[in-house]
């Protein structure tokens, strides 16, 4: 009997079978390769991450970003490039395992779901899901948002915290948070979920603020942090390390990461925080910071 052909037998094998990718690279070496770092942020959550007057990328996570650019140029001992681009929510974690992104920093927060698909870096801020709404609707606890229509962007923790803490009620998507202050404002929907520091920012800029109010409940509580792909160690530990800097050069109140910090959330910034919600993000920081080495004052 003739032996089949070797040839013939590989052939339909790779028929049959899959044919598995190739191994992507790591961050660091696709930045050593391009010298880009190339990073999602948002384009609309100010002041973590929005387009100014110019249409320039800026925020609190983009100079977070500025930071991890500045860190992993020291960790491969030359200068690369920090390209932003503008990513919606829902975009995010399929940009990053897909490889067009390399990081995100916007205004994302943990949960385990997102965990199974990225990895997180350290907190660098912290915020919760509130409503804003029309000034003279009451019955905002837990039992009256049933049947509530509720704005929220697809893919959020905000969606989600909405969804846990009242199941019966009715969640609109909208396409951007304009979109979401507009249903608001033409009675399409009866509430807008975002960030509480979000929704505080668009107050303070908005005419006719006094129409409307955020409603004081936190329906979650998180902490921000930037995101990154998995299997990629050593960028995350890059990036948690400028994060860590800065959170620690911040509490010894060291420049210039006070007025980083300030630029944003001081009292002359572009959106002064309120005491409580001040304590609660340097609370955040200490925590942060005390469950990891202190880096050296020299490295400040």
Request: hydrophobic share 40%.
């Amino acid at each position: 009997m003739r032996c089949p052909n070797l040839l013939v037998i590989v052939g339909a094998l790779c028929v049959l079978l899959p044919i598995q990718p190739a191994i992507a690279h790591s961050v660091l070496e696709k930045v050593v390769k391009t010298g880009v770092l190339t990073a999602g942020t948002s384009k609309d959550a100010f002041p973590f991450a929005y387009r100014d007057k110019n249409g320039r990328l800026t925020g609190y996570s983009v100079d977070m970003l500025l930071l991890i650019q500045k860190q992993v140029e020291r960790e491969l001992k030359r200068p690369i490039k920090l390209e932003l681009v503008a990513l919606d929510p829902a975009d995010r974690i399929p940009k990053l395992r897909s490889g067009a992104v390399d990081i995100v920093c916007d205004a994302a927060s943990f949960t385990w779901e997102r965990d199974q698909d990225v990895d997180f870096t350290v907190s660098y801020a912290t915020t919760g899901t509130q409503l804003l709404t029309l000034k003279g609707t009451k019955s905002w606890d837990i039992s009256g948002l049933a049947g509530r229509k509720i704005g929220a962007l697809p893919g959020t923790t905000n969606e989600q915290a909405m969804r846990r803490v009242q199941p019966q009620t009715k969640i609109i998507f909208v396409k951007d948070r304009a979109e979401g202050y507009q249903f608001l404002r033409e009675g399409k929907i009866d509430a807008f979920a975002d960030d509480g520091i979000l929704l505080e920012a668009w107050l303070q800029r908005t005419a006719n603020t006094q129409q409307y109010k955020i409603v004081s409940t936190l329906f979650s509580k998180e902490g921000i942090a930037c995101m990154i792909p998995e299997n990629n160690s050593t960028f995350l530990g890059n990036a948690n390390y400028a994060l860590i800097r800065f959170m620690q050069g911040f509490l010894k109140q060291k420049q210039p990461y006070v007025q980083i910090f300030d630029r944003w959330f001081g009292s002359q910034s572009a959106l002064p925080l309120s005491k409580d919600l001040r304590d609660l993000v340097v609370d955040n920081m200490r925590l942060v910071i005390d469950s990891k080495q202190e880096i050296p004052d020299s490295d400040l």
